[in-house]
């Protein structure tokens, strides 16, 4: 759960009033992807464990690299783009 609320933060951060929803899987290895909804865009994906917080460097750079995703889609969204 902590890489889901990871990612929850990232993208929060750019998007605030975002209703994010978890979706499992048992599948392996775990990976963790972080999709727009409204367009399918997937904008972030990675290994589980870029986002545990015993890997902080990884889990920062993983954040950074959504924030940096959801802000290039707003912006595409903002000009009226196709994500």
């Not at 750019?14 to 979706?23: E, G, H, L, R």
């Not at 994906?45 to 545990?52: A, E, I, N, T, Y």
Request: aromatic share 6%; charged share 25%.
């Amino acid at each position: 759960m902590q890489e889901f609320n990871a990612a929850k933060e990232a993208v929060l951060r750019v998007f605030p009033d975002a209703d994010i929803k978890a979706q499992g899987s048992d599948d392996y290895p775990i990976t963790v992807t972080v999709t727009h909804l409204g367009t399918n865009a997937v904008l972030w994906r990675g290994d589980q464990r870029s986002l545990f917080r015993k890997n902080a460097p990884r889990r920062a750079q993983s954040q950074l690299e959504i924030a940096a995703s959801c802000k290039s889609l707003a912006a595409r969204l903002a000009s009226g783009q196709a994500a």
